[in-house]
């Protein structure tokens, strides 16, 4: 079965820093992968979404890579404020299924 | 746009009795997600409709667990009986098919409600 694999322990770093986050898949490639942000007590909102042809995407301070070769896809937040702690999910979704399979997520606490 | 709306946002029930937790969608989405998170397992997909009717059920745990989607603008998840196993954060997600920006069937992203606590004693 597809295995998503995210760091669960949390990641802590200094306000100015980036911050990098890794997802890992098992098995087949997804059609595409969607990164999400959680706060406590509310539902993951959508962040960035990255398709299996193209290698980077950017938004604002936002970037995210997908390697296929290595099933990896890596997120970073440039210059990160203690506003962008948050658990930080990775979604896959596999051609033909319409649905997205999560991983476990990240905790980021960016001190000041 | 008021975004995905779920109610209640806390539920505390005792072992056996029935649960009924509600989602409304975003107007115009025509796919419907029920999510349950735990700190075991994370986020797991129990259903999802599509234009109302239930498309892939293979998530639901068993027969305890139902969901209706009888309208566009409403859709319930019931536990009947429910079990202490069954205390999670269930979310309810709602999505276009095709992203207005760029034509892909597979890249619209989900609008998460901000789910409701079970807890069964």
């Known amino acids: 079965s597809q295995k998503i694999e995210q760091n669960s322990e949390a990641l802590n770093i200094q306000e100015g820093k980036t911050a990098t986050l890794t997802c890992n898949y098992t098995n087949y490639s997804p059609a595409y992968l969607q990164w999400y942000r959680q706060d406590p007590g509310r539902g993951p909102v959508f962040l960035l979404l990255?398709?299996?042809?193209?290698k980077e995407k950017r938004k604002e301070r936002l970037k995210v890579t997908f390697d296929t070769t290595l099933k990896q896809s890596l997120f970073h937040i440039t210059a990160s404020q203690p506003a962008d702690s948050a658990t930080y999910l990775c979604?896959?979704?596999?051609?033909?299924?319409?649905?997205?399979?999560f991983g476990s997520g990240t905790r980021l606490q960016v001190q000041p | 746009d008021a975004g995905v709306i779920q109610s209640p946002r806390h539920e505390v029930t005792e072992m056996g009795q029935e649960v009924t937790l509600r989602c409304k969608p975003i107007?115009?989405?025509?796919?419907l997600f029920w999510y349950r998170q735990t700190m075991m397992r994370g986020l797991e997909l129990l259903i999802y409709?599509?234009?109302?009717?239930?498309?892939?059920d293979s998530g639901m745990p068993e027969d305890r667990f139902s969901a209706k989607m009888p309208n566009a603008s409403f859709s319930t998840l019931k536990i009947q009986p429910s079990e202490p196993r069954d205390s999670a954060v269930y979310f309810c997600?709602?999505?276009?098919?095709?992203?207005?920006?760029?034509?892909?069937?597979?890249?619209?992203?989900?609008?998460f409600g901000n789910g409701t606590r079970l807890t069964v004693t």
């Open positions: 979604a896959l979704a596999f051609t033909g299924r319409r649905a997205l399979t």
């Open positions: 409709f599509n234009n109302n009717v239930p498309i892939d």
């Open positions: 107007s115009g989405h025509d796919y």
């Open positions: 990255i398709r299996e042809n193209e």
């Open positions: 997600a709602s999505s276009f098919r095709w992203d207005r920006d760029v034509f892909s069937s597979y890249n619209s992203p989900l609008h």
